[in-house]
């Protein structure tokens, strides 16, 4: 990809569990979320709910992240949840397993509720996804989970939400809401690190001028 580069300053970063620093604990440790002093930052109130929810909701930190950058008002994330559930973004399965992040009902709901622009890409390259960045564009894209320890080989691909905040000729910037230590926030990777993980899919959200 020849375009220049362009990174977006400035995006504050979430984790999709209470504390950044408390995520190590959470995934390497099988730790229970609720230890983190943190875990009710995000709305929730009820242990149980935050403890089945919490490590599903990457693509609703995304969006939490892109929202708070474009200075958009938005409830928290446990009202988000409720809000997603009923536009059928998530659904729970008989199993009582989830099938969610939908990608269209997702878009649908937050042109509605927030006036952001979302462009449903499923079959797309990663370069290709990060060539529609510009001022007033981010992206999220379907990646592994594994991506948070980029030096391993990884199993499979996507399963995992990520916020793309920049690119230049040779990879992208992006926040990682199950990160560990360097690789949470402002992440560089190259797009050859990057393809292993990714699942040729993702959206692109923008905003209007103005």
Same mark, same amino acid.
């Given at each position: 990809?020849? #375009? !220049? ?12 569990? &209470? ?13 229970? !979320?609720? /230890? ?11 242990? #149980? $709910? ?5 490590? %599903? ?13 474009? $200075?958009? #008002?938005?409830?928290? %994330?446990?009202?988000?949840? /409720? ?23 997702? +878009?649908?709901?937050?042109?509605? +509720?927030?006036?952001? =622009? ?8 990663? *370069? ?7 001022? =007033? ?13 980029? #030096?391993? !080989?990884? *199993? =499979? %691909?996507? &399963? ?7 690119? /230049?000729?040779? &990879? ?13 926030? /402002? ?11 990714? +699942? ?11």
């Amino acid at each position: 990809m020849n #375009e !220049p580069t362009l990174r977006h300053a400035g995006v504050p970063y979430h984790t999709q569990w &209470g504390s950044p620093e408390w995520v190590r604990h959470i995934v390497e440790q099988n730790g229970d !979320p609720c /230890d983190d002093p943190g875990w009710q930052k995000s709305g929730f109130s009820d242990p #149980e $709910r935050y403890r089945f929810w919490a490590k %599903r909701l990457c693509g609703l930190t995304c969006l939490e992240s892109a929202l708070d950058y474009w $200075r958009i #008002e938005h409830p928290p %994330r446990a009202a988000l949840l /409720d809000e997603a559930l009923a536009r059928g973004v998530y659904r729970i399965r008989d199993d009582g397993g989830v099938d969610g992040l939908i990608y269209h009902p997702f +878009a649908a709901w937050v042109q509605q +509720a927030f006036g952001v =622009r979302v462009d449903v890409l499923s079959e797309a390259t990663l *370069e290709e996804i990060a060539s529609r960045l510009n001022s =007033r564009t981010l992206a999220v894209v379907s990646v592994s989970p594994e991506i948070r320890y980029p #030096e391993r !080989p990884n *199993e =499979r %691909r996507g &399963g995992h939400l990520i916020l793309l905040h920049g690119r /230049d000729a040779n &990879g992208v910037w992006f926040h990682n809401p199950s990160g560990i230590g360097p690789q949470q926030a /402002d992440v560089y990777l190259p797009f050859a690190t990057m393809t292993r993980f990714y +699942a040729g899919r993702g959206m692109v959200l923008s905003v209007s001028e103005g």
